[in-house]
């Protein structure tokens, strides 16, 4: 596995099914678990501090209302952690993005856009990290990149 993504609930998987088929697309190998920097403190360092000896290179992590998830993971490991903000339900994941992206210097995350568009950036960005070495997958950005030009042009209105 190349990936990990994470989420802090079964809730946030509407949102992170997109992170994985957009990964899936690109035939990139990852790996999704639920793992909550509240509720599951422990487990959630313990998978994290062992993510690089396992072979992954890029960790995803999703959370929703006061959102750790992601600079919890940062603060665990040296692999790009890249974290989506989940929409919430009260602050339709003003919450989730400024607790997200407002991380002290030293401990990074590289924080996308709140929902759907984020949880499919995540995953775009996490394969221009791996595509630095990996010309296979350089290609296929390319070509995605193409094809969803041609779709804009070729669209007709009204
Ligand atoms: C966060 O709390 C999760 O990431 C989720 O977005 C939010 C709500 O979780 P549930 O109450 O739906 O499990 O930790």
Same mark, same amino acid.
């Given at each position: &596995?190349? *990936?990990?993504? /994470? &989420? ?11 992170? !994985?088929?957009?990964?899936? %697309?690109?035939?990139? =190998?990852?790996?999704?678990?639920? $793992? ?13 501090? %062992? ?9 995803? =992590? ?6 750790? $998830? ?10 790009? *952690? ?7 339900? !009260? ?11 407002? &991380? ?18 995540? =995953? ?8 630095? !070495? ?6 296929? /950005? ?10 804009? /042009? ?5």
């Amino acid at each position: &596995m190349l *990936v990990a993504v /994470l &989420m802090g609930s079964k809730s946030d998987w509407e949102t992170m099914r997109h992170a !994985s088929e957009t990964l899936d %697309k690109f035939g990139v =190998a990852h790996e999704c678990r639920v $793992l909550s920097a509240h509720r599951t403190p422990a487990a959630t360092a313990e998978y994290v501090s %062992k993510a690089e000896e396992r072979g992954f290179e890029v960790i995803i =992590a999703a959370a929703g209302g006061a959102a750790h $998830l992601a600079g919890v993971a940062a603060s665990h490991t040296v692999l790009p *952690v890249f974290g989506v903000p989940i929409e919430s339900a !009260s602050l339709k994941g003003l919450d989730s993005l400024l607790s997200t992206v407002q &991380m002290p210097s030293g401990i990074p995350v590289g924080t996308l856009g709140i929902g759907k568009p984020g949880a499919i950036n995540a =995953a775009l960005l996490t394969v221009a990290v791996l595509a630095a !070495s990996r010309p296979d997958l350089r290609a296929k /950005l390319h070509a995605y990149r193409q094809a969803q030009a041609r779709t804009i /042009l070729d669209t007709t209105v009204p």
